[in-house]
């Protein structure tokens, strides 16, 4: 029995474990709802290469984009055998503000995603792209965000609407 809530699901991943792990939980989800899955990673190259360091730096924006396109590979892989339909998008920006503007652009039911849970200063120096996601989810696009972290079964509820929040609970 499959479900109309979702019909287009984003999946970003970094090639982390945790971002493994939303996978999985983003081929449930899709499942059930019978949508089409966009894995998409985003290669964040204006946060390491920056204007004043041009040594090198097509080289290595080259050199990140074949590595996006490895974990897209790998990611799309396992999708494609679990029987979902899955399209592969690799993007190049701020990987929070990429992912937001491809789900709004696409017609995007839900976001799935994994989180490390960082927590004080290393959350304040290093920012979390989950949270950017979920933020300006709830702010402005109001597409659901669900977040994988750690183990598969500490899953956050959609962060906006009540009706994702029940569905995820039946689901589970």
């Keep these: 029995m499959t479900s109309n809530l979702y019909r287009n699901i984003v999946i970003a991943t970094d090639g982390s474990a945790n971002s493994m792990k939303a996978i999985s939980r983003g081929i449930e989800v899709a499942k059930v709802s019978g949508a089409t899955?966009?894995?998409?990673?985003?290669?964040d190259s204006p946060s390491i290469i920056s204007d004043v360091w041009t040594a090198g730096k097509d080289m290595i924006h080259e050199m990140?984009?074949?590595d996006g396109k490895k974990i897209l590979s790998k990611a799309k892989k396992t999708i494609e055998d679990s029987g979902v339909e899955v399209k592969d998008v690799l993007l190049d920006g701020h990987p929070g503000e990429e992912i937001i503007k491809f789900?709004?652009?696409?017609?995007?039911d839900l976001i799935v995603?994994?989180?490390?849970?960082?927590?004080?200063?290393?959350?304040?120096?290093?920012g979390s792209v989950?949270?950017?996601v979920v933020r300006h989810s709830r702010a402005l696009s109001r597409i659901p965000?669900?977040?994988?972290?750690?183990g598969m079964r500490?899953?956050?509820?959609p962060c906006n609407s009540m009706i994702?929040?029940?569905a995820i609970n039946n689901f589970m």
């Design 145 to 150: 965000v669900t977040l994988v972290a750690g």
């Design 154 to 157: 500490n899953l956050n509820n």
């Design 113 to 126: 995603m994994g989180t490390l849970g960082k927590t004080g200063l290393e959350k304040f120096l290093m």
């Design 164 to 166: 994702h929040t029940k």
């Design 103 to 108: 789900a709004e652009r696409n017609n995007i």
């Design 64 to 66: 990140m984009m074949s």
């Design 37 to 43: 899955v966009h894995v998409i990673h985003v290669v």
């Design 130 to 132: 989950a949270e950017k």
